[in-house]
Each structure stands twice: as C-alpha cells, then as structure tokens.
Antibody
C-alpha cells in the first residue's frame, strides 16, 4: 500500500524560505518510471503543479515558479523535499505530494496523494 | 503553454441523473496523458481516470472517460450521493509538465 505524508511549518513569514518534506512508503523512488510531485492548492482554487522528481534524479519545475523551487530526494529515507524561497502571502495554500508512474509510454496518473499540509504566509 | 478549460463551471443535477463534464485543451494532448480527479471538501484530489479512459483502482464503473486530441469528457452514468464534488482534468507531458483545469463543481439540484 502506497502512502505519502507531508510535513513542514504551518506558518511562514514573507520573504522566508519554506521547506516541506514528503515521507512515503509502499514504493521505491529507485524504480523505473516512478516520480514524486508537489502540488499546491490555494483556498477555493484549482490545484497547481509545482515540481516533480523522477527515479533517475531528473527534476522538473513549473516554469512560472522555477526560480524559487528546488526538489530533492533521499531514497534511503524515502523522502522528497521541496524548498520554496521568498515566500509571499499569495503562496498561502495546501501543499500536497503525490506518487506518479510512467511506464512504456503510458502514464498512470497521480494515483496516490498525501493528506496535504496547510501553509499560511503572514507576518 | 498548454491551458485546460473545463465546462460547465457548475453542474446542478439530482441523484440518479447523468453527468457529462467537458475538458478542452488549447493544444492537442496525448490520450495517454489525460487524467481526471474528484475532490471533496477538506480532502486531497482522488484519481478517477488515467489515459483518458482507464479507471483507476477501485473506481466504480459508473465513471467513464473518453475523448482525444483537444476534447475530453468525463461521464458519471448515474449520480450517487457521494459523487457530488469538484472534478478536475489534468494533462501530463506538455509545458508545463502538468496542468490542471479550473474544475467543474457537481452539486445537488
């Protein structure tokens, strides 16, 4: 059974750096085709994809946020970490991590999501 | 940059009725890379459909997906009380790597 859980601060000040950790179980981030992504969702709005890291260390970022994001993985700890610099009140949202699988030119969706962690940016 | 548009914004229906939700892409999307999600208040999105028409594990067969190119459809054949929620389409592979649509809310008439 695949599970993911996000952790990190619930409140950050403007201009600070946000660091979120996704701790997962039930799969290996060494397995071909596996990725872990970060998605955020401001209150009342649609989800917005932020970043994804693949099993082969390939990192992908949302073009509009790329300059502020870094995604890393620690396969020994089964963790993926997202850092977002220069936080602003508009970054207030629920942040999710999710498992993604692509194999043999087929993508199987973001099939398992964490419960999400709410981050508020305020002074 | 690819943009997904969903219509209608809100669909007001009664239990037992058929729901038809549309997702239109600004550029052609491979059917292999189009997914649909359901989200209820306070919950994470839940994968319903991947590859435009394949149901995810545990998804009832009243949910079906179809379409190709720039036009995709999610159909709920007979609405159950637990199906009233917001539905998002998502594409994978174009720039940006993932894009979500704005969502369609299915509420009780």
């Amino acid at each position: 059974q695949i599970t993911l859980k996000e952790s990190g601060p619930t409140l950050v000040k403007p201009t600070q750096t946000l660091t979120l950790t996704c701790t997962f179980s039930g799969f290996s981030l060494r397995a071909t085709g596996v990725g872990v992504g970060w998605i955020r969702q401001p209150p009342g709005k649609a989800p917005e994809w932020l970043a994804l890291i693949y099993w082969d260390d390939d990192e992908r970022y949302s073009p509009s946020l790329q300059s502020r994001l870094t995604i890393t993985k620690d396969t020994s700890k089964n963790q993926v970490v997202l850092t977002m610099t220069n936080m602003d009140p508009v970054d207030t949202a629920t942040y999710y991590c999710a498992h993604s699988l692509e194999y043999s030119s087929a993508w199987y969706g973001m099939d398992v999501w964490g419960q999400g962690t709410t981050v508020t940016v305020s002074s | 940059e690819i943009v997904l548009t969903q219509s209608p914004g809100t669909l007001s229906l009664s239990p037992g009725e058929r729901a038809t939700l549309s997702c239109r892409a600004s550029q052609s999307v491979s059917s292999s890379y189009l997914a649909w999600y359901q989200q209820k208040p306070g919950q994470a999105p839940r994968l319903l459909i991947y590859g435009a028409s394949s149901r995810a594990t545990g998804i009832p067969d009243r949910f079906s997906g179809s379409g190709s190119g720039t036009d995709f459809t999610l159909t709920i054949s007979r609405l159950e009380p637990e199906d009233f929620a917001v539905y998002y389409c998502q594409q994978y592979g174009r720039s940006p790597l993932f894009t979500f649509g704005p969502g369609t809310k299915v509420d009780v008439k």
